[in-house]
C-alpha cells in the first residue's frame, strides 16, 4: 500500500482557480470518509472539505461556496475544486481519511508531502 499523493498546486492570482488531485493506491474512497486538510503559514492544519461515503458533502464557511470536493473511485482519484481562490487559501493542502468526522477514528497521524497553493498578486 502506498501513500495518497497530492497534486494540482501552484500559484494564482486572486479570484482564479485551481483544481487538486489526490491519488491512492486502492478503492480507499469506497471504504472511508474522506477529506481535503490545509495547513497555512503559522497557523493549525484545519479540514476543510470532506465527503461521505454516500457522496454527502461538506465544507468550512469560508470556502464553502468557492469550493467543491469530489472523487472518482474508479480511479482511485479524490479532486478538490478551488474557485474564486483568496490569499487567504493559500496553504499547503492534504488529502486523507475524515473518520473523526462520525466518531470512528483519531484525527490522521500520517500525511504526505502535500501540495502548496499560494494565492496572490
Known amino acids: 500500500q502506498l501513500p495518497l499523493v497530492e497534486s494540482g498546486g501552484g500559484w494564482v492570482q486572486p479570484g482564479e482557480s485551481l483544481r487538486l488531485s489526490c491519488a491512492a493506491s486502492?478503492?480507499?474512497?469506497?471504504?472511508?470518509?474522506m477529506g481535503w486538510y490545509r495547513q497555512a503559514p503559522g497557523k493549525q492544519r484545519e479540514l476543510v472539505a470532506y465527503i461521505s461515503l454516500d457522496g454527502s458533502t461538506d465544507y468550512i464557511d469560508s470556502v464553502k461556496d468557492r469550493f467543491t470536493i469530489s472523487r472518482d473511485n474508479a480511479k482511485n482519484t479524490m479532486y478538490l475544486q478551488m474557485n474564486s481562490l483568496k490569499p487567504e487559501d493559500t496553504a499547503v493542502y492534504y488529502c486523507n481519511d475524515a473518520i473523526q468526522v462520525y466518531g470512528l477514528g483519531p484525527l490522521p497521524q500520517h500525511w504526505g508531502q502535500g501540495t502548496q497553493v499560494t494565492v496572490s498578486s
Open positions: 486502492g478503492s480507499i474512497f469506497s471504504i472511508y470518509p
